[in-house]
């Protein structure tokens, strides 16, 4: 039989035993289970600056994990390796919500400020980013959230609630470029907005030659960030071929700070990345 997920706009049914196109939530006996709980792929302790935060505690540490899946298909992904897997396919780690929060709570004398659900798309793994959010808040550490923002507005809402600070991909400003990616920019786009009432937000955009990088696409997608809050920084980052996308060239390093002059038109803070 089968039981549809409502984490997602996708609305994905599978039938028993089968997973959705996150590859990360399966039916089982007539629920949706989060196949990847407990389940991490990459534990580190990360600059949190690499996140990309740059005005969240800057100079600290924060454990990162992530698990595999996604519920986007981006043909540039730099992470594909762990977002496109589905159980079973990668080795991984059993890391309880518990022995999370104590790890980065050992890790605090080297700088660590809590942990950060980053690498993979963190939020196909919901209920485990949610018990392990409880756990690292209890011993009063930063949440830290690197998603692309596709999830509904519920569940989105109520995470919120145990999170610190966020980093969300707005992967493009049209509808089109969202379409091929299998996204809906206004989801993202509302979940922007949401998030900056209720923790520090921060948003990443990767420029792909020719795809994102129009200059009236990118003055458009900074005034409106700018309309929630001209204070949010902006991080502008680097193509590299990678994925299903290694016939295109990186980006050019020039235009990328081209591209930074025109988000610092509507903009306080506009970093680069990868240049």
Not at 173 to 182: H, I, N, V
Request: net charge negative.
């Amino acid at each position: 039989m089968k039981t549809t997920c409502e984490l997602c706009f996708h609305r994905c049914a599978p039938e028993e035993g089968q997973t959705g196109l996150c590859r990360a939530r399966a039916n089982h006996g007539g629920t949706i289970v989060p196949l990847g709980y407990g389940k991490v792929v990459s534990l580190a302790l990360d600059p949190i600056e690499k996140k990309p935060l740059r005005r969240f505690h800057p100079g600290g540490a924060i454990l990162s994990l992530g698990g595999f899946g996604c519920n986007l298909n981006c043909p540039f992904c730099q992470n594909h390796e762990i977002s496109m897997a589905g159980a079973g396919e990668l080795r991984t780690e059993d890391v309880s919500p518990e022995a999370l929060a104590a790890l980065a709570e050992e890790l605090v004398p080297r700088g660590n400020l809590g942990a950060a659900y980053t690498y993979n798309e963190p939020l196909v793994c919901y209920e485990y980013i949610r018990d392990c959010a409880d756990a690292v808040r209890a011993r009063g550490l930063y949440n830290v959230l690197v998603t692309n923002g596709t999830i509904e507005e519920a569940p989105w809402r109520a995470l919120l609630s145990r999170i610190d600070a966020a980093n969300i991909d707005l992967k493009g400003f049209t509808e089109a470029w969202y379409r091929r990616l299998g996204g809906d920019l206004e989801t993202v786009k509302r979940n922007i907005a949401i998030a900056a009432e209720h923790c520090h937000v921060e948003v990443t955009t990767l420029l792909v030659p020719g795809e994102n990088d129009g200059e009236d696409e990118l003055r458009a997608l900074s005034r409106w960030l700018a309309g929630i809050d001209p204070e949010i920084p902006l991080h502008l980052s680097r193509f590299f071929p990678r994925h299903r996308m290694q016939d295109r060239p990186p980006t050019d390093v020039g235009e990328v700070y081209r591209l930074a002059d025109v988000a610092r038109e509507a903009l306080r803070y506009v970093y680069t990345g990868n240049c």
